[in-house]
């Protein structure tokens, strides 16, 4: 008889599984919101690394213009 009673849902116990649930999204939260700061990390330091690049290509082309020039007159 007391078997019969155990296998019943009860308030307390919806009530400790929306808690977790709760608790699970607000942990997925979390997680997505740190992904989502280290990824916008990454990407200021690929564009300041590209910006480097393209800024010692154009000093790289404009050094060549002058010895270049310097050479051909």
Not at 19 to 44: G, K, M, P, Y
């Amino acid at each position: 008889m007391l078997k019969a009673f155990s296998n019943k849902k009860t308030v307390d116990g919806v009530l400790a599984a929306f808690a977790q649930t709760i608790a699970d999204l607000e942990t997925v939260q979390r997680e997505q919101q740190a992904s989502a700061e280290a990824a916008e990390q990454a990407r200021i330091e690929a564009e300041a690394r590209r910006d480097a690049h393209e800024a010692e290509s154009r000093r790289a082309r404009a050094v060549a213009d002058q010895i270049k020039n310097l050479i051909l007159g």
